[in-house]
């Protein structure tokens, strides 16, 4: 079977000073191959530990993950990840940067050098290859953090929070851009974000996580996704439906933090 | 114990006045020199660029830079007050008053064992510092009276003692003394003043003539720089003690040089190896955690006396003054990589022996780098001490060599030579980070 199996895992773990938290309970997805999905939550909610434990930088204390029927038991080029930042190579170009991980493999120069120049135009970096990454704006890096996630061709990319830290305008480009690979690649893309909007357009289907323990609340299929490849954005948030899904999300999302914070002030 | 630390507290305290007067005099050609700037300045038009626009400049640290104006003047005024302490033949008059050199006399009134008095004149050569060819004064034969001449011969700076009445009629008798200085009444330990200098009369009745001395220092304790520049060119082409001087330096160079390599050669390895595994990082925390603190110089005696004072030893010194510094420098270099460089590496298909060479290595280059910065400064000053200890080349036993000869030139020869070697191997160290971790700072 080929898809991203998430079999009941759970993450519990002991604290220092005593106690347990269940960052996870008891999730399960079940992922087709090619699906963008958007992971939405408050803080705390444990999609950071689900992405973690996806790309196999933790062991979760229950369940399994499975890609393509094996088990994962830890990172691997064929789920590549996407870090929000402070990832990248500083001592290399950007061309050594994206010809990393063929080149770990012992892939001939001449093949790298061929798929370093593809992917540099993907990415719309044809001019900066050369360029070491501080010469880059934060926009740029990231668009170079894509390009060295795709070199491996892996069969899911994660990607943590990767238009986080970047400025407004640069951000809705980036997303044009993640949905251009998506549909250009054909890849199951794996999203974290802390944006509704950003949760909305680049999910095809919108996981919304819930805290204490974290655990799936909700799970919306969305069409915008769709809508955006190739599109302007901005039209799409137009979309009729658009408008209320996020209210809705939002909401949802408010009621969360809301019962934290009430908790911890009766606690 | 009490009494001790008085003491000590009541010379700091003069301590900290000659320093604040040395500051003030300092501080004061600074301002001299500030205010023509600026005058000179205020002339030209000026270049109006970005920092130049700036209202809040006290407390912006990036729109404070050395002004090369004043570096330049600031060295140069260290120079001039070197030459005017020393009263340097360099400057075109004396700007305070130089110590007496050549003839002057005095006048002294005796009264013998009858209550009579006469009166004697002493002549008072006073020769250049070593000057050994100058002319003997000669006593004259004929005196009228019962007091005769006398002469005296001294060197510039000195004192010496004269016994007057020796020579006079009845200057043995008991009641027989010396009783005025140029017509100045004089008791024993009383000083009177003489042309070009000051007579005392110490307790046994003896005169001591001290020729004038002025403020100027002494080249026994501070040589002027023409003089230090002279034993500088002779030292250049002879060098001390059958040792030249660039090879006590290359000696010192290369000790630092084989004990910073071994420090590297095991210390990087060592780090990395505590930044990688819990045992081996306990295993070695708690002798890195010790030893870091003891100063190398603290280290000398045990060297010497496992090692001697040869080369084995001088180069154990400084292999482990440099251990400690690149150890820990490694260290923090593995815990500074940021663990999503590494999850990134693995995720794209990096085995661990490749994690290790392309990212941990590369990322903790800017950290190494720093260390071996330190190292280094703390190696040149070890290996400076190790030699003023106990050794047979180098710069360090130049100095104390020629210090226990009073060579007080060499000395600041040796000190001048130190100080730049030590900052040219920083230099060198900043100039090859600056190429080889392009990245510092900007990650």
Not at chain 2, 9 to 14: A, R
Not at chain 2, 235 to 256: H, T
Request: a negative charge; proline letters at 4%.
């Amino acid at each position: 079977m080929s898809g991203l199996l998430v079999d009941d895992v759970s993450m519990t773990f002991e604290l220092p000073a005593g106690g347990q938290v269940e960052a996870l309970k008891n999730i399960k997805l079940d992922i087709k191959e090619g699906e963008l999905i958007s992971v939405l939550g408050p803080s705390g909610c444990g999609k950071t530990t689900l992405l973690n434990i996806l790309a196999g930088f933790l062991a979760p204390t229950g369940g399994e993950i499975e890609l393509n029927g094996d088990k994962v038991v830890g990172p691997s080029s064929e789920r590549g990840m996407v870090f929000q930042q402070g990832a990248l190579f500083e001592w290399m170009n950007v061309s050594k940067n994206i010809g990393f991980g063929p080149k770990m493999k012992g892939t001939p120069q001449s093949e790298i050098d061929a798929r370093v120049t593809e992917l540099l135009g993907i990415v719309g970096l044809q001019e900066f290859g050369q360029k070491m990454i501080y010469e880059l704006s934060g926009g740029m890096q990231q668009r170079v953090a894509l390009a060295r996630c795709l070199a491996n061709d892996p069969d899911v990319i994660l990607m943590d929070e990767p238009l986080g830290a970047l400025d407004a305008l640069t951000r809705e480009k980036m997303q044009s851009l993640v949905l251009d690979i998506w549909k250009k690649t054909g890849k199951t893309i794996i999203l974290i974000t802390h944006s509704v909007e950003e949760a909305l357009l680049l999910g095809e289907r919108l996981i919304v996580m819930a805290p204490r323990p974290g655990r799936i609340h909700k799970q919306y299929y969305l069409p915008f996704a769709e809508l955006g490849v190739g599109a302007d954005l901005r039209e799409v948030k137009q979309h009729d439906d658009f408008g209320p899904k996020r209210d809705e999300i939002l909401n949802m999302i408010w009621d969360m933090e809301e019962e934290i914070m009430g908790r911890t002030e009766t606690a | 114990m009490a009494q001790e630390l008085i003491d000590v507290l009541v010379t700091t305290f003069w301590m900290v006045l000659g320093i604040a007067g040395i500051f003030i005099i300092f501080l004061g050609v600074s301002g001299l020199v500030y205010l023509v700037w600026n005058f000179l300045n205020s002339k030209k038009d000026q270049m109006r660029g970005y920092g130049s626009l700036k209202t809040v400049t006290f407390g912006d640290e990036s729109s404070v830079t050395a002004n090369r104006v004043a570096s330049v003047s600031g060295v140069v005024t260290v120079f001039l007050i070197w030459m005017v302490a020393t009263g340097s033949s360099l400057l075109p008059f004396n700007v305070l008053p130089v110590p007496f050199v050549g003839d002057t006399q005095f006048e002294y009134t005796a009264t013998n064992a009858a209550g009579d008095t006469d009166k004697a004149t002493v002549k008072v050569r006073v020769n250049r510092f070593g000057d050994t060819t100058a002319e003997k004064l000669v006593a004259p034969e004929t005196s009228d009276g019962f007091a005769k001449d006398d002469v005296v011969m001294v060197q510039e700076r000195r004192a010496k003692l004269l016994r007057a009445q020796n020579n006079d009629d009845g200057g043995k008798e008991k009641g027989y003394r010396v009783t005025a200085i140029d017509g100045q009444a004089i008791d024993r330990n009383q000083t009177v003043e003489i042309a070009n200098g000051t007579v005392l009369m110490t307790g046994a009745g003896s005169l001591q003539v001290r020729p004038y001395t002025g403020p100027t220092m002494e080249a026994l304790y501070l040589p002027p720089p023409e003089q230090v520049w002279t034993r500088f060119l002779q030292l250049n082409a002879e060098g001390y003690q059958g040792v030249g001087l660039w090879e006590n330096v290359m000696w010192s160079l290369i000790r630092v040089v084989l004990g910073f390599f071994l420090g590297c050669l095991f210390g990087i390895p060592l780090g990395f190896a505590m930044g990688l595994n819990s045992w081996l990082r306990g295993w070695f925390d708690p002798i890195v955690e010790f030893m870091r603190p003891v100063p190398p110089l603290a280290l000398i005696p045990l060297v010497i006396i496992w090692f001697g004072i040869g080369e084995q030893g001088k180069v154990s010194l400084l292999f482990l003054a440099a251990l400690w510094i690149m150890i820990i420098g490694a260290r923090a270099g593995v815990s500074g990589v940021n663990i999503s460089k590494v999850h990134a590496a693995y995720s794209l298909g990096a085995t661990k022996p490749q994690l290790l060479s392309r990212v941990i290595l590369p990322n903790s280059l800017p950290e190494i780098f720093t260390a071996a910065r330190v190292a280094m400064g703390v190696c040149w000053g070890t290996v400076v001490a190790a030699e003023l200890v106990a050794a047979e080349k180098g710069a360090g036993k130049m100095i104390i060599a020629a210090s226990k000869f009073q060579l007080t030139d060499i000395v600041i020869i040796g000190i001048i030579i130190i100080g730049v070697i030590g900052f040219g191997i920083d230099v060198l160290m900043r100039i090859a980070e600056n190429k080889l971790v392009p990245w510092k700072g900007r990650g």
